[in-house]
């Protein structure tokens, strides 16, 4: 049974960096594409930063040069390292895989909150 578990969030003032965790069992890491998905109130659920083998990264205009995606096949864990935050930034942001044939599967969310 694939599960994700997202850690990492918080309360951080703007300028502040935090990093995001999302650990997978059930499902290696090196399989299919990762990302990071963002949903703030009221806001539709947006693609933040992907990784996958076949294209390598992504990321989302508004987060370009601050966030950073990457992943530890030894830890089996996708981490979202976000610096310079800003109070837009704040979201409950969520861990997605995406795979061919196969449904998509998604954390529960982590709540960022960057004050101003």
């Known amino acids: 049974q694939v599960q994700l578990v997202e850690s990492g969030g918080g309360l951080v003032q703007a300028g502040g960096s935090l990093r995001l965790s999302c650990a997978a069992s059930g499902v290696t890491i090196s399989l299919g594409t990762w990302g990071w998905y963002r949903q703030a109130p009221g806001k539709q659920r947006e693609l933040v930063a992907s990784i996958s083998s076949g294209t390598g990264t992504n990321s989302a205009d508004s987060v370009k040069g601050r966030f950073t995606i990457s992943r530890d096949s030894a830890k089996n864990t996708v981490y979202l390292q976000m610096n310079s935050l800003k109070p837009e930034d704040t979201a409950v942001y969520y861990c997605?895989?995406?795979?061919?044939?196969?449904?998509?599967?998604w954390g529960q969310g982590t709540q960022v909150t960057v004050s101003s």
């Open positions: 997605n895989l995406r795979r061919r044939l196969f449904p998509d599967y």
